[in-house]
């Protein structure tokens, strides 16, 4: 197996100038993306007190930069270009109940497998967002409070067509964007997961949030891809 330099992804990727079907460099040469969706990787339960991060009432540990170290060099070995991780996992998820305000031990790990990528030349797909963050056995999720006052929000749809929603959003975002924001290895910010998903969302709210929020990254990342899907 040839471990790739660095240098292997300097360049952004972008639209093709070309053919906007297809990805390319920002040089113009062909990006074809390979690569897979990593979200959790081997996690044990901890005793309490003992765990790393915590899911579902139970605490979890896991051995989690080795993990994703041997994936990613499995990766490179086969030829993949592209690793899709989802920010909003525990693992990765530096996001608080205050905006803002992160979990730096949450940025860290995720430092690790991004270097890790770099070294192989494999670029990272950053997932914000996922349905599941918002619906859960029908009900919202525990991230979903009006801050300004802390009550529950008990429609989750409709708040999320609101204006008060898309800003909080972006300044959970700006920690990611200070970060990560413009560095050639992420391929792209992808906005959501599935954000079809949520229930009681249409069409139309999906494309008003993207139009709305995607201007107010832009302006801070010029040159990273940001996208949505479905």
């Known amino acids: 197996?040839?471990?790739?330099?660095?240098e292997a992804i300097s360049g952004y990727v972008e639209i093709?100038?070309?053919d906007s079907r297809y990805f390319a460099y920002d040089d113009g040469s062909c990006f074809v993306p390979i690569g897979v969706a990593l979200t959790e990787p081997e996690m044990h339960e901890a005793p309490k007190g003992k765990g790393y991060f915590k899911k579902d009432g139970k605490e979890y540990r896991g051995i989690i930069t080795r993990e994703y170290r041997r994936i990613i060099k499995r990766m490179s070995e086969n030829g993949a270009n592209l690793l899709k991780i989802r920010v909003s996992d525990n693992v990765f998820d530096a996001r608080t109940e205050f905006p803002e305000c992160?979990?730096?031990a949450a940025f860290a790990l995720l430092d690790k497998v991004i270097e890790e990528c770099r070294s192989y030349g494999i670029k990272v797909l950053l997932t914000f967002d996922c349905f599941r963050r918002y619906n859960h056995d029908g009900k919202a999720?525990?991230?979903m409070r009006?801050?300004?006052t802390g009550r529950e929000v008990m429609d989750v749809a409709d708040y999320m067509r609101t204006t008060e929603f898309?800003?909080?959003w972006l300044r959970d975002l700006k920690g990611y964007i200070y970060?990560?924001?413009?560095?050639?290895?992420?391929?792209a910010f992808e906005l959501f997961d599935e954000m079809d998903r949520i229930e009681g969302l249409t069409m139309e709210d999906i494309e008003n949030f993207t139009n709305y929020v995607i201007p107010h990254i832009r302006r801070s990342m010029p040159r990273t891809m940001?996208?949505?899907s479905l």
């Open 226 to 228: 940001i996208i949505n």
């Open 16 to 18: 093709s100038k070309n």
């Open 1 to 6: 197996a040839v471990h790739k330099k660095p």
């Open 166 to 168: 898309c800003e909080e």
């Open 141 to 143: 999720g525990l991230c």
């Open 146 to 148: 009006y801050r300004k």
């Open 102 to 104: 992160y979990n730096y």
């Open 179 to 187: 970060r990560y924001g413009n560095d050639p290895v992420i391929f």
